[in-house]
């Protein structure tokens, strides 16, 4: 079975300032993909950023950024420059391959606020 | 180039009564995904369809929940003789043919579901 940890509930982050966002995730699979999602208040999941098990550089994706440390099994979204639309919860979240194929296991959330 | 649609976006249901869910994929993808979303927590997944088929439904509850993915027509998410413990964000998620990689799926907006 998989599992992913967001160990922050909340964040308080100052406007332009850069943010990390932790997530450490559980498999035994040698195959997954890790991926981080923005919910706004509005309540949609907008995809950000994935992370193949074998890519062998971090993501990034304009201002996101994945610090992908395998051995470590930790995969934080860094955001550069934050905005105050940042203001969102973050969902990290991990899929296996294999003959399965199920959908995507999700931590329980960070809830990123960004501060003028 | 429409995203995931989902309808209808929120929905007020009294116990006891039938709650349908609907869900059309993006252009092209021919997988869908249903989660579930509680208040404050991160999402869960459900039920893992292709056309006329369920892959993997072992995130659906045993009773009063069915999925359908028909040939024509949207994906179906079915609750029977709801309880106020049903009400929740549901979210469809749709993704590209799945090849052995590892696909970001993409979410529609998510239907509100209320049992009062």
């Known amino acids: 079975a998989q599992k992913i940890t967001q160990t922050q509930p909340g964040m308080f982050v100052q406007e332009k300032e850069a943010v990390t966002l932790d997530c450490t995730y559980d498999?035994?699979?040698?195959?997954?993909?890790l991926f981080w999602y923005k919910q706004p208040s509005s309540g949609e999941m907008i995809f950000l950023i994935y992370q193949g098990s074998y890519d062998q550089q971090n993501a990034t994706e304009g201002r996101y950024s994945l610090n992908f440390q395998k051995a470590r099994k930790s995969a934080n979204l860094v955001i550069s420059a934050s905005q105050l639309g940042d203001s969102a919860m973050y969902f990290c979240?991990?899929?296996?391959?294999?003959?399965?194929?199920?959908?995507?296991?999700f931590g329980k959330g960070t809830h990123l606020i960004i501060q003028p | 180039n429409a995203g995931v649609m989902q309808n209808p976006r929120h929905l007020v249901r009294r116990r006891g009564q039938e709650a349908r869910l609907r869900c059309s994929p993006m252009?092209?993808?021919?997988?869908v995904y249903w989660y579930r979303q509680l208040p404050e927590e991160g999402l869960k997944f459900m039920v893992y369809?292709?056309?006329?088929?369920?892959?993997?439904e072992s995130g659906m509850p045993k009773e009063r929940f069915s999925a359908e993915f028909p040939k024509e027509g949207p994906s179906i998410l079915r609750i029977q003789q709801v309880v106020r413990g049903d009400s929740a964000a549901y979210f469809c998620?749709?993704?590209?043919?799945?090849?052995?990689?590892?696909?970001?799926?993409?979410f529609g907006p998510g239907t509100r579901l209320t049992v009062t």
């Open positions: 998620a749709s993704s590209r043919s799945w090849t052995g990689g590892l696909y970001e799926q993409y």
């Open positions: 252009k092209g993808h021919s997988h």
């Open positions: 369809l292709q056309k006329e088929n369920i892959i993997d």
């Open positions: 498999t035994s699979d040698p195959s997954y993909g």
């Open positions: 979240a991990m899929r296996v391959s294999g003959g399965g194929a199920d959908g995507l296991t």
